[in-house]
């Protein structure tokens, strides 16, 4: 599995800023400068109109979500109760290449600002579901079992989060947050063809016809985030460092041809760059870009179960084996929309 690079230009960037913004007409949770302390606590920074937004967007998610399993497991077998496979044993790579719908409301008032996103997919990801296998236990590294199949998607994607500004200097400022972000990406697997590149002999080779593999994953993610934002007359924008060290990640694997199920429970760290802006073409109605990208990593367990079981609420089972999961996902967007 990769391992996450934490991004640390974010950081490197906004404390940069924050070191030049010891000057002139600096405003650090609400002290100014001498020279312009009077002009400023003659005004009411209550009255202030609050800045409301709602806007529609289109953009293109691309990217991937996979699991694997593999390497220790129990088993409710009492002659094999416990022991070690391939690490990996089993990968499967779904891809997230898909247009995306969404409706945003952000709203501003004094130092607070907060936001709410929901988004779902238009399209279905052209790329093929990748299945791989590797079985031997004297050659962990050998390949036994590939397939890709055509997949359909249903994905759901909400982010909402609140933020106060503590520092601002000349129309920029910094700001930190709270948020959270649930994803929902439901799979279909169907009409492929598998092979074995070892020449396994249990391995089965040829088509794959209908539905094979149901698959769906849900990640549950609080957030903290640290923005440096800019402002001018009719431009607006803000870069945000995202990172959470308390994703849930949860999914399931209905192997239809082999009536197989696997529910795996994991949980891990994410990190998110993020960057959008907006420009004012008249006084209500303006357009924006929004650009990021986001990488998360969960470690769990995989609990097995016959067909039969789950309808039985998941009551009995094989056992149980370590589990991955892994996302990274980029996305760009462009928006229009009214400010009240």
């Given at each position: 599995?990769?391992?996450?690079?934490?991004?640390?230009?974010?950081?490197?960037?906004?404390?940069?800023?924050?070191?030049?913004?010891?000057?002139?007409?600096?405003?650090?949770?609400?002290?100014?400068?001498?020279?312009?302390?009077?002009?400023?606590?003659?005004?009411?920074?209550?009255?202030?109109?609050?800045?409301?937004?709602?806007?529609?967007?289109?953009?293109?998610?691309?990217?991937?979500?996979?699991?694997?399993?593999?390497?220790?497991?129990?088993?409710?077998?009492?002659?094999?109760?416990?022991?070690?496979?391939?690490?990996?044993?089993?990968?499967?790579?779904?891809?997230?290449?898909?247009?995306?719908?969404?409706?945003?409301?952000?709203?501003?008032?004094?130092?607070?600002?907060?936001?709410?996103?929901?988004?779902?997919?238009?399209?279905?990801?052209?790329?093929?579901?990748?299945?791989?296998?590797?079985?031997?236990?004297?050659?962990?590294?050998?390949?036994?079992?590939?397939?890709?199949?055509?997949?359909?998607?249903?994905?759901?994607?909400?982010?909402?989060?609140?933020?106060?500004?503590?520092?601002?200097?000349?129309?920029?400022?910094?700001?930190?947050?709270?948020?959270?972000?649930?994803?929902?990406?439901?799979?279909?697997?169907?009409?492929?063809?598998?092979?074995?590149?070892?020449?396994?002999?249990?391995?089965?080779?040829?088509?794959?016809?209908?539905?094979?593999?149901?698959?769906?994953?849900?990640?549950?993610?609080?957030?903290?985030?640290?923005?440096?934002?800019?402002?001018?007359?009719?431009?607006?924008?803000?870069?945000?460092?995202?990172?959470?060290?308390?994703?849930?990640?949860?999914?399931?694997?209905?192997?239809?041809?082999?009536?197989?199920?696997?529910?795996?429970?994991?949980?891990?760290?994410?990190?998110?760059?993020?960057?959008?802006?907006?420009?004012?073409?008249?006084k209500h109605f303006f357009g924006g870009i929004d650009l990021s990208w986001r990488q998360i990593?969960?470690?769990?367990?995989?609990?097995?179960?016959?067909?039969?079981?789950?309808?039985?609420?998941?009551?009995?089972?094989?056992?149980?084996?370590?589990?991955?999961?892994?996302?990274?996902?980029?996305?760009?967007?462009?928006?229009?929309?009214?400010?009240?």
């Open positions: 599995m990769r391992k996450v690079t934490v991004v640390y230009l974010a950081f490197l960037l906004i404390f940069g800023l924050a070191g030049n913004a010891f000057a002139d007409d600096l405003d650090l949770f609400g002290n100014t400068d001498i020279k312009t302390s009077k002009q400023d606590n003659a005004k009411n920074p209550f009255a202030e109109r609050p800045d409301i937004r709602l806007s529609a967007g289109v953009g293109y998610l691309q990217g991937e979500t996979s699991y694997e399993i593999g390497g220790h497991y129990t088993s409710t077998n009492p002659e094999d109760p416990e022991g070690n496979l391939n690490n990996p044993l089993s990968e499967l790579d779904w891809p997230l290449n898909v247009i995306m719908g969404s409706v945003d409301l952000t709203a501003s008032y004094w130092r607070l600002s907060g936001a709410l996103s929901y988004k779902m997919n238009f399209s279905d990801p052209k790329q093929k579901m990748e299945d791989s296998d590797w079985l031997t236990p004297s050659a962990p590294g050998q390949l036994d079992a590939y397939s890709e199949t055509g997949v359909t998607l249903d994905a759901k994607i909400f982010d909402g989060n609140l933020n106060f500004a503590f520092l601002k200097y000349k129309g920029w400022g910094m700001q930190i947050g709270l948020g959270y972000l649930w994803q929902d990406f439901s799979f279909v697997a169907s009409d492929g063809y598998q092979w074995s590149p070892s020449d396994h002999p249990k391995v089965y080779t040829g088509p794959i016809n209908g539905r094979a593999i149901t698959y769906d994953v849900t990640y549950e993610i609080p957030y903290a985030q640290l923005l440096v934002d800019f402002n001018a007359k009719k431009f607006r924008g803000a870069l945000a460092y995202q990172y959470s060290p308390f994703v849930n990640a949860e999914d399931e694997d209905h192997h239809l041809l082999r009536s197989k199920v696997g529910k795996g429970y994991d949980s891990g760290y994410m990190n998110a760059v993020r960057f959008n802006c907006t420009y004012d073409f008249t990593e969960t470690t769990g367990y995989q609990r097995q179960h016959q067909d039969a079981c789950a309808e039985n609420g998941y009551q009995e089972w094989w056992g149980d084996i370590d589990n991955e999961i892994y996302s990274e996902q980029r996305e760009c967007k462009l928006s229009a929309g009214y400010k009240f």
